[in-house]
């Protein structure tokens, strides 16, 4: 334990120098923005420019962002933090590929003094602030979304449970939400949990389960994002069934909200990024500045490594073809002309969509 002590006393006492420096620099700070991957639409449409957007309006434009994807490498996103520790970043907003693989740069990075936010996933190690949403929740408005759409036949037949990535922790949050609403109430036929979020696994995974249960005995999918339900929609298609069980989803993509449209997919999550990103970004600039969090965060969220860290969790909304207007229309994440593309506009004229 006196080891540990010291240990951590050193830490502090190597960060200290640092932290001042960063603080004199006012809001020529340089922030370091790590995203996950570029498969799913929303790092590069949303969560980098609306971070950067927020960054410079909060230091008046004399902040410097240094941006790296990872693409879903989890050792490349290592050497990409480890380079901007070495560069003397400010500060580090990280989203994990795997929460548990950047523990050691985040470590390094606390160690150099430089605070780090984790950013939609909650980095293992010792994190200075984390915003999210309400990831639990978010499986619960699927399940409950799912259970809506079945009806009087959540118990004719079977579902299939498609997660997202055992590396990644909100994927098991997404699970044990979703799992808290449909246990007992519907018969889960096939589970999975998919590598990387891969569209092309999920599609595959579903073929599986189609062929195992039997097409006609499938009444629903629950699948954690968009982008693996387009892969389940597509197996469902090619296994010939005249009509689609209910699918749900998760990110309001833009193909997700356009089979919503269609209905060949039920539902989405829509998770207000304008709002996850502004979090993100006074949390960083408070934290490059030597401020305290207390004024942002009010709630602390548990790591496996980390007690007690600062976080601010975002609600989240179900997306149905019933509220597309008040949703991504309104908050601007997509104008009517960008969903009712000509291919999908007879679609939009039915429901209303204008």
Same mark, same amino acid.
């Given at each position: 334990?006196?080891?540990?002590? #010291?240990?951590?006393?050193s830490?502090?006492?190597?960060?200290?120098?640092?932290?001042?420096?960063? #603080?004199?620099?006012?809001? %020529?700070?340089?922030?370091?923005?790590?995203?996950?991957?570029?498969?799913?639409a929303?790092?590069?449409?949303?969560?980098?420019?609306?971070?950067?957007?927020?960054?410079?309006?909060?230091?008046?434009?004399?902040?410097?962002?240094?941006?790296?994807?990872?693409?879903q490498? /989890?050792?490349?996103?290592?050497?990409?933090?480890?380079?901007?520790?070495?560069?003397?970043?400010?500060?580090?907003?990280?989203?994990?590929?795997?929460?548990?693989?950047?523990?050691?740069?985040?470590?390094?990075?606390?160690d150099?003094?430089?605070?780090?936010?984790?950013?939609?996933?909650? #980095?293992?190690?010792?994190?200075?602030?984390?915003?999210?949403?309400?990831?639990?929740?978010?499986?619960?408005?699927?399940?409950? /979304?799912?259970?809506? #759409?079945?009806?009087?036949?959540?118990?004719?037949?079977?579902?299939?449970?498609?997660?997202?990535?055992?590396?990644?922790?909100? &994927?098991?949050?997404?699970?044990?939400?979703?799992?808290?609403?449909?246990?007992?109430?519907?018969?889960?036929?096939?589970?999975?949990?998919?590598p990387?979020?891969? /569209?092309?696994?999920?599609? &595959?995974?579903?073929?599986?389960?189609?062929? &195992?249960?039997?097409?006609?005995?499938?009444?629903?999918?629950?699948?954690?994002?968009?982008?693996?339900?387009?892969?389940?929609?597509?197996?469902?298609?090619?296994?010939?069934?005249?009509?689609?069980?209910?699918?749900?989803?998760?990110? %309001?993509?833009?193909?997700?909200?356009?089979?919503?449209?269609?209905?060949?997919?039920?539902?989405?999550?829509?998770?207000?990024?304008?709002?996850?990103?502004?979090?993100?970004?006074?949390?960083?600039?408070?934290?490059?500045?030597?401020?305290?969090?207390?004024?942002?965060?009010?709630?602390?969220?548990?790591?496996?490594?980390?007690?007690?860290?600062?976080?601010?969790?975002?609600?989240?909304?179900?997306?149905?073809?019933?509220?597309?207007?008040?949703?991504v229309i309104k908050?601007?994440?997509?104008?009517?002309?960008?969903?009712?593309?000509?291919?999908?506009?007879?679609?939009?004229?039915k429901?209303?969509?204008?």
């Amino acid at each position: 334990m006196a080891i540990a002590l #010291a240990a951590c006393g050193s830490a502090k006492e190597s960060g200290g120098d640092s932290k001042s420096d960063s #603080a004199k620099k006012g809001d %020529a700070l340089t922030i370091g923005l790590l995203l996950p991957e570029n498969q799913t639409a929303r790092y590069e449409k949303f969560d980098k420019p609306l971070i950067e957007k927020k960054i410079s309006e909060l230091t008046h434009g004399k902040a410097t962002v240094k941006y790296a994807n990872a693409k879903q490498d /989890a050792s490349v996103q290592n050497q990409q933090a480890d380079t901007m520790i070495t560069n003397k970043v400010d500060v580090l907003i990280v989203d994990a590929v795997d929460s548990k693989a950047i523990a050691s740069s985040v470590q390094k990075a606390h160690d150099a003094g430089i605070p780090v936010v984790a950013y939609d996933r909650l #980095a293992e190690g010792p994190v200075d602030g984390y915003t999210s949403f309400d990831n639990e929740e978010v499986g619960k408005v699927q399940g409950e /979304a799912l259970l809506k #759409a079945l009806g009087g036949n959540a118990k004719s037949g079977k579902v299939i449970m498609v997660n997202g990535s055992a590396t990644d922790p909100n &994927a098991a949050q997404f699970k044990k939400g979703a799992h808290s609403v449909l246990d007992g109430k519907v018969s889960i036929g096939k589970e999975y949990d998919t590598p990387d979020w891969n /569209a092309q696994k999920a599609n &595959a995974e579903t073929e599986g389960a189609l062929t &195992a249960l039997g097409k006609d005995k499938v009444v629903g999918v629950y699948s954690a994002n968009d982008g693996m339900a387009g892969g389940v929609i597509t197996a469902l298609q090619g296994s010939g069934l005249s009509k689609l069980p209910p699918v749900t989803g998760q990110d %309001a993509e833009i193909n997700g909200v356009q089979r919503i449209v269609t209905g060949t997919q039920y539902m989405s999550v829509y998770k207000p990024y304008p709002q996850e990103a502004d979090v993100a970004a006074q949390m960083a600039v408070a934290l490059g500045k030597g401020q305290k969090l207390d004024s942002i965060a009010k709630t602390k969220v548990d790591s496996p490594t980390t007690k007690q860290v600062p976080s601010v969790l975002v609600p989240v909304v179900s997306l149905t073809q019933q509220n597309i207007k008040d949703t991504v229309i309104k908050d601007g994440i997509y104008t009517v002309n960008e969903i009712c593309t000509p291919k999908f506009k007879a679609a939009c004229d039915k429901i209303g969509l204008k």
